[in-house]
């Protein structure tokens, strides 16, 4: 009887392996290097293409707001500090950050709203410490492109949505041979210096 129990265990067990390694993390494009470096080289796609595709990948790209407001709550300045600390990460990089407005109002009231809220979220990301000039919040789509088609309040209508938009004008040429340098930058800049180490280990002591 204990021979058959160890042989369904193991024969479930084998049934569970059947995919192949990696395709937890394969979304489709996985091995695919050689053709995205076609792509590239085709001008079919471009870096700020490969960054904006990152950029909404890896941090939430949308605040929202309240009814009839352009005032940032606690969880639309969280998702912006998430949006900050990796807007940092590319200072050869542009943004911009397009409003939106749910349905209620004129057209014209709601294109100013929706460029309050845009004005709102770049003001804050300012604050974070990037530079004014690589942030952009001069569009505003008020409620023409609502993500819920409704005449009603619907709050995730009523929205910015950050972007990736360009490179600043000294940073043409990123993607010569330049990427690498930029995320080799950032990975030394993100160490902790041996001497704060140090320090830290003779705050705390030891036994």
Not at 41 to 56: D, H, K, P
Not at 97 to 121: E, P, W
Not at 151 to 166: A, L
Request: hydrophobic share 40%; charged share 25%.
């Amino acid at each position: 009887m204990d021979k058959w129990i160890i042989a369904l265990g193991l024969s479930v067990a084998v049934a569970g392996c059947t995919r192949e390694a990696g395709y937890e993390i394969d979304a489709g494009t996985f091995g695919n290097a050689t053709l995205n470096n076609i792509q590239v080289m085709n001008g079919e796609l471009t870096y700020s293409q490969i960054l904006a595709q990152r950029f909404a990948a890896e941090v939430p790209t949308q605040i929202n707001f309240a009814f009839d407001s352009a005032k940032l709550d606690a969880s639309a300045q969280q998702i912006l500090l998430q949006q900050a600390a990796w807007i940092k990460q590319f200072p050869e990089a542009r943004f911009r950050v397009y409003g939106h407005t749910d349905a209620v109002g004129s057209d014209a009231y709601n294109k100013r709203l929706g460029q309050r809220r845009a004005n709102a979220a770049v003001a804050f990301l300012t604050r974070q410490g990037i530079s004014r000039s690589r942030l952009e919040a001069v569009v505003s789509f008020g409620k023409s492109r609502p993500l819920v088609a409704t005449p009603d309040r619907d709050r995730r209508n009523r929205r910015t949505v950050t972007e990736v938009s360009g490179f600043v004008d000294r940073h043409p040429t990123l993607l010569d041979g330049k990427y690498a340098e930029v995320i080799y930058r950032e990975y030394i800049s993100s160490a902790i210096p041996i001497s704060v180490i140090q320090r830290q280990e003779d705050v705390g002591g030891g036994e």
